[in-house]
């Protein structure tokens, strides 16, 4: 049961340009929703989040776009640095003290 | 910046034995939980835990799981059994009541052999 989905395993971007990182959902319950930043044998490390209030937020080069109609949201990482190349995981809660339901990821490696 | 730690880092196993991870979550949190990753897969949510007890748990988290806050500071995964499909890095989270976000420790490996 893939309630949150990132279709895209990986993606290559040249270092200054713009990441795009995409991620569906099919849960309608879901109301907030966060960007995680992975490196192998490494926790999660929160990147940025967006309630469903909202359409936009922006924290430094990292911007989360959410389309609710479409169940759609996407991080921008602008520019992309070498530093950026993880995994990136988009997760979705349904309330206050609920559990993150996480994606497969997308592996983002930025080149020089 | 305070963050979540976990011990041990690598934990190696006979299958049937029993196995206790150990989780700090940061100081004023309230709500902790468990995830765990099998490798190449996507992080699973096993249990939430807060006012002294288990809020939501998966499916994964059957007989053989408990969790517990022995004291104020620590948290803990037990697996009672070990099986080899346990091999996974285990994630403790914590968060604030009045936040969304969840908030990682570095993960234990727990390996089953």
């Known amino acids: 049961d893939q309630q949150v989905k990132q279709n895209s395993p990986s993606l290559s971007v040249q270092e200054g340009r713009i990441s795009i990182l995409n991620c569906d959902y099919t849960n309608s319950m879901f109301d907030y929703f966060l960007w995680y930043k992975k490196y192998p044998a490494e926790g999660p490390t929160f990147l940025i989040s967006?309630?469903?209030?909202?359409d936009k937020n922006e924290d430094g080069r990292f911007t989360v776009f959410l389309n609710k109609s479409a169940k759609h949201l996407s991080l921008h990482i602008v520019p992309s640095q070498p530093g950026d190349s993880a995994v990136y995981f988009c997760?979705?809660?349904?309330?206050?003290?609920?559990?993150?339901?996480f994606g497969t990821g997308t592996r983002l490696q930025v080149t020089l | 910046e305070p963050e979540v730690t976990q011990t041990p880092s690598h934990q190696v196993t006979q299958m049937g034995q029993e196995v206790i991870l150990r989780c700090v979550p940061i100081s004023n949190h309230l709500y902790f939980y468990w995830y765990r990753q099998i490798l190449g897969q996507k992080v699973e949510f096993l249990v939430s835990f807060y006012n002294n007890e288990i809020s939501e748990k998966s499916e994964i988290f059957d007989d053989q799981f408990s969790v517990e806050r022995p004291d104020g500071s620590n948290f803990t995964l037990k697996i009672r059994s070990t099986k080899l499909e346990d091999s996974a890095m285990y994630f403790c989270a914590s968060k604030l009541p009045s936040q969304e976000t969840q908030y990682f420790g570095p993960g234990t490996r727990l390996l089953v052999l």
């Open positions: 967006i309630s469903s209030i909202k």
């Open positions: 997760a979705a809660s349904d309330g206050t003290a609920s559990k993150l339901t």
